[in-house]
Structures are given as structure tokens and as C-alpha cells.
């Protein structure tokens, strides 16, 4: 007999406005506590020294998660140049250290067309990416170095907003970005460009796909709710499943049909297109989940929530 899970069966979506400091993971479980929920999943870390949009998914929304992890982000970076460091931002050991008084805002704009559009980047050593089992940042902290393969990203947005001249000369960037990004590694290859070094002293992420910051919560206004045991204005903070969703097409469809695919069976529907992935309706705008288009026309299920 399977075990019972402890806690709420409550599903839905989440956005933390994650507090710097904390790990994702760390966040992640003390909202599955908060919410007395059953399960929770977060949707791509954040590094400690980041803040921002966290979507923590809840019950059934732990099976779509990975459409979030797959989702482009944004990023407001502050950078500090003339300064290298071993993990690429403020926590790190200063590695290398250059004058950048000359350094002006000319000069960074006209480096930052060569890191729009497709980009090969080197993921940092102090990141989560394994190597024979072993996350590349416990490597890391032992004086390991090992070679890591470029890899393709997309900046569909790099934009200075600020700059500021001096010594020790620092820079406020808009970053949007594809999935898999490494914003140090960003932040590093352009002081590189630059040649005078640089590394992240702050990050804030300002969207993780279709959500922003608006939508963000934070733990304390969470918290506050828990304490006056206000589940139900807990439960009115986060967004239904399939708002994480809506980049795919949609279809609804008809009772039987949706029973036999409920059962997993592939069905005919009319108002599919020719392949890909779509978000399912029933006839009462209930969300069923995602399913698939085959070769052969038919509607196939690949992910759907319990009923």
C-alpha cells in the first residue's frame, strides 16, 4: 500500500519573490510548509546571491514545472568592473584585479553587440552542472578545475542602464536571456571583452516566462497569512496550472472524448494542429493537462493532472 503524503492536497502556481541569502531549495520548502502542502517543486535555481521571480509549483503542478525550467528569464545585473573573481560574482575570491578609471559607457555599449543573439558561453565551475556524478561547484571549493564545453545560449536583450565612471566602475545591465544562461559567465566574458575584468555584486530576476515580478510574492506576506492560519488566503495567492502554459495552443474538447483520453487512450479530435504539444480542456473549461499529436493525427496524453 502506497504511503499517504502529509499535508494539503493544494495545486497551483506560486510566484515567490525569492529573498537573497536563501537557497531555491530552501525557499521552495519552507513555501511547501508555509502551505502545509503536499508536494512542491521549484521551476530553475536562483544562486543565494540572487533575488527575484521563484514560480514554486504546488501539488499537480510539480508535473508541468519542467515547461518553466524550459521558459527564457529576464535579469536586472549590476556588475562591478576592474575585478575578477573564482565564482564570477561578489562572493568570490578576487582572482585578478585592473584599473578601469578610462573605462566609459561608449566602450561598454559598443562590447555589448558582439553578446546579443546566439552565443557560446563556458558554464562556471561554481555551478550545479555535474561531472561524473558530482556537482562542478564541489570541484570547485576542492581547487578542481575541469574543462567544460561551450555552451549555445541566446541574449535576446542585453541593455546598459545605468553606468557609472570611476575606479571602481559599476553598471546596471537589462538581461534577457534564453534557458540555461549563465549570467556570471555573461557578466565575466564581457569584462573579458572588455579587458579590465568584471563579476556580478547583485541579481534580480524580473521574469521566468510568462511571470514577472508584479505577481511576486514574498515570504514574509506568506508567512503573516500562515500565522493567522489564512489558508484560504493562501490559496487565493497562486495562479491556476495552466497559466504556466499559455505559449501552446489550447483545444477543448468533448465529454467522450475526454474520457478516453483521461484513460490514455489516443483520441480523434477536430481543431488540432498538424504536431506539437497543446493544453486540454473539458467542455466545462476544466484544465486536463497537456497532450501530444502523433504522426498519425490522433491526440495522444502526455501529461495530465489527477482526477
Given at each position: 500500500?502506497?504511503?499517504?503524503?502529509?499535508?494539503r492536497q493544494?495545486?497551483?502556481?506560486?510566484?515567490?519573490?525569492?529573498?537573497?541569502?536563501?537557497?531555491?531549495?530552501?525557499?521552495?520548502?519552507a513555501?511547501?510548509?508555509?502551505?502545509?502542502a503536499q508536494?512542491?517543486?521549484?521551476?530553475?535555481?536562483?544562486?543565494?546571491?540572487?533575488?527575484?521571480?521563484?514560480?514554486?509549483?504546488?501539488?499537480?503542478?510539480?508535473?508541468?514545472?519542467?515547461?518553466?525550467?524550459?521558459?527564457?528569464?529576464?535579469?536586472?545585473?549590476g556588475?562591478?568592473?576592474?575585478?575578477?573573481?573564482?565564482?564570477?560574482?561578489?562572493?568570490?575570491?578576487?582572482?585578478?584585479?585592473?584599473?578601469?578609471?578610462?573605462?566609459?559607457?561608449?566602450?561598454?555599449?559598443?562590447?555589448?553587440?558582439?553578446?546579443?543573439?546566439?552565443?557560446?558561453?563556458?558554464?562556471?565551475?561554481y555551478?550545479?552542472?555535474?561531472?561524473?556524478?558530482?556537482?562542478?561547484?564541489?570541484?570547485?571549493?576542492?581547487?578542481?578545475?575541469?574543462?567544460r564545453?561551450?555552451?549555445p545560449?541566446?541574449?535576446?536583450?542585453?541593455?546598459?542602464?545605468?553606468?557609472?565612471?570611476?575606479?571602481?566602475?559599476?553598471?546596471?545591465?537589462?538581461?534577457?536571456?534564453?534557458?540555461?544562461?549563465?549570467i556570471?559567465?555573461?557578466?565575466?566574458?564581457?569584462g573579458?571583452?572588455?579587458?579590465?575584468?568584471a563579476?556580478?555584486?547583485?541579481?534580480?530576476?524580473?521574469?521566468?516566462?510568462?511571470?514577472?515580478?508584479?505577481?511576486?510574492?514574498?515570504?514574509d506576506?506568506?508567512?503573516?497569512?500562515?500565522?493567522?492560519?489564512?489558508?484560504d488566503?493562501?490559496?487565493?495567492?497562486?495562479?491556476?496550472?495552466?497559466?504556466?502554459?499559455g505559449?501552446?495552443?489550447?483545444?477543448?474538447?468533448?465529454?467522450?472524448?475526454?474520457?478516453?483520453?483521461?484513460?490514455?487512450?489516443?483520441?480523434?479530435?477536430?481543431?488540432?494542429?498538424?504536431?506539437?504539444?497543446?493544453?486540454?480542456?473539458?467542455?466545462?473549461?476544466?484544465?486536463l493537462?497537456?497532450?501530444e499529436?502523433?504522426?498519425?493525427?490522433?491526440?495522444?496524453?502526455?501529461?495530465?493532472?489527477?482526477?
Amino acid at each position: 500500500m502506497a504511503r499517504r503524503r502529509k499535508g494539503r492536497q493544494v495545486d497551483g502556481i506560486l510566484i515567490l519573490d525569492k529573498p537573497t541569502g536563501r537557497t531555491s531549495n530552501g525557499v521552495m520548502v519552507a513555501v511547501r510548509a508555509i502551505y502545509n502542502a503536499q508536494k512542491a517543486g521549484h521551476t530553475g535555481a536562483l544562486d543565494p546571491l540572487a533575488s527575484g521571480v521563484l514560480p514554486i509549483c504546488l501539488g499537480e503542478a510539480t508535473k508541468f514545472s519542467q515547461y518553466l525550467l524550459d521558459a527564457d528569464k529576464a535579469y536586472l545585473s549590476g556588475v562591478r568592473f576592474g575585478q575578477r573573481t573564482d565564482t564570477l560574482d561578489a562572493e568570490g575570491e578576487v582572482v585578478e584585479e585592473k584599473p578601469c578609471g578610462e573605462l566609459t559607457a561608449a566602450q561598454v555599449e559598443a562590447a555589448l553587440v558582439d553578446f546579443r543573439g546566439d552565443i557560446l558561453q563556458v558554464p562556471p565551475m561554481y555551478s550545479a552542472l555535474k561531472r561524473n556524478g558530482r556537482p562542478l561547484y564541489e570541484l570547485a571549493r576542492a581547487g578542481i578545475e575541469v574543462e567544460r564545453p561551450a555552451r549555445p545560449a541566446h541574449i535576446s536583450r542585453f541593455d546598459m542602464l545605468e553606468f557609472n565612471a570611476s575606479e571602481a566602475a559599476s553598471g546596471l545591465f537589462d538581461v534577457a536571456c534564453s534557458k540555461g544562461t549563465y549570467i556570471r559567465s555573461l557578466t565575466d566574458d564581457l569584462g573579458q571583452a572588455l579587458g579590465v575584468g568584471a563579476h556580478i555584486h547583485s541579481l534580480r530576476r524580473t521574469q521566468a516566462g510568462p511571470f514577472n515580478l508584479e505577481q511576486s510574492y514574498t515570504l514574509d506576506h506568506i508567512q503573516a497569512l500562515r500565522d493567522q492560519q489564512d489558508f484560504d488566503g493562501l490559496d487565493a495567492l497562486l495562479l491556476p496550472i495552466e497559466s504556466a502554459l499559455g505559449h501552446l495552443p489550447s483545444i477543448t474538447l468533448p465529454e467522450t472524448t475526454a474520457y478516453y483520453l483521461l484513460q490514455g487512450q489516443a483520441v480523434q479530435a477536430n481543431g488540432l494542429p498538424e504536431s506539437g504539444q497543446i493544453v486540454l480542456f473539458d467542455e466545462q473549461q476544466q484544465f486536463l493537462g497537456v497532450g501530444e499529436v502523433q504522426e498519425d493525427g490522433r491526440l495522444k496524453p502526455k501529461r495530465l493532472i489527477a482526477h
